[in-house]
């Protein structure tokens, strides 16, 4: 098991990039709020900008995921809509600073869960248990 545990987390880091992903290009397609969400998430989170992006290119590909990722957003954000229409500035200090519903603490917390996984998938693959080769015996 541990000679396969970064294979593991890596596989988990994905994952939880590709739920990053479809929840944040998701939020950018909202009708009301998308284009608010997307400018601020370009402006001030990078990461979240790159979880847009992922988003939109992997709804394109999949409409299906598309409307997934919708769905999840809109029953996350829909208490925020009015607060981010009146002041879009602050969307991105909104969104992470102001706990609105489970579903919305649970994308923002997790928006550092796939660099961490990265991170201990590297480690577990610095420590992976290494195959010992033997020297052939002695030779007269």
Same mark, same amino acid.
């Given at each position: 098991?541990?000679?396969?545990?970064?294979?593991?987390?890596?596989?988990?880091?994905?994952?939880?990039?590709?739920?990053?992903? @479809?929840?944040? +290009?998701?939020?950018? +397609?909202?009708?009301?709020?998308?284009?608010?969400?997307?400018? !601020?998430?370009?402006?001030?989170?990078?990461l979240?900008?790159? /979880?847009?992006?992922?988003?939109?290119? @992997? +709804?394109?590909?999949?409409?299906p995921?598309?409307?997934?990722?919708r !769905?999840w957003?809109?029953a996350?954000?829909?208490?925020?809509?009015?607060?981010?229409?009146a002041?879009?500035?602050?969307?991105?200090?909104?969104?992470?600073?102001?706990?609105?519903?489970?579903?919305?603490?649970?994308?923002?917390? +997790?928006? /550092?869960?796939?660099?961490?996984?990265? @991170? @201990?998938?590297f480690?577990?693959?610095l420590?992976?248990?290494?195959?010992?080769?033997?020297?052939?015996?002695?030779r007269?």
């Amino acid at each position: 098991m541990r000679k396969y545990l970064h294979l593991i987390i890596l596989l988990l880091a994905v994952l939880a990039a590709v739920w990053q992903c @479809l929840f944040w +290009g998701g939020a950018a +397609g909202l009708a009301e709020i998308g284009s608010i969400v997307r400018r !601020s998430a370009m402006r001030e989170a990078p990461l979240v900008a790159a /979880y847009t992006v992922g988003g939109e290119v @992997l +709804g394109r590909i999949v409409p299906p995921l598309r409307d997934l990722g919708r !769905s999840w957003a809109d029953a996350a954000l829909r208490p925020a809509a009015e607060r981010l229409t009146a002041d879009p500035d602050v969307a991105m200090d909104f969104i992470f600073g102001e706990p609105l519903n489970a579903a919305q603490r649970t994308a923002t917390r +997790g928006v /550092y869960l796939p660099p961490v996984l990265l @991170l @201990l998938a590297f480690v577990a693959w610095l420590r992976r248990p290494r195959q010992v080769r033997m020297m052939g015996g002695r030779r007269s």
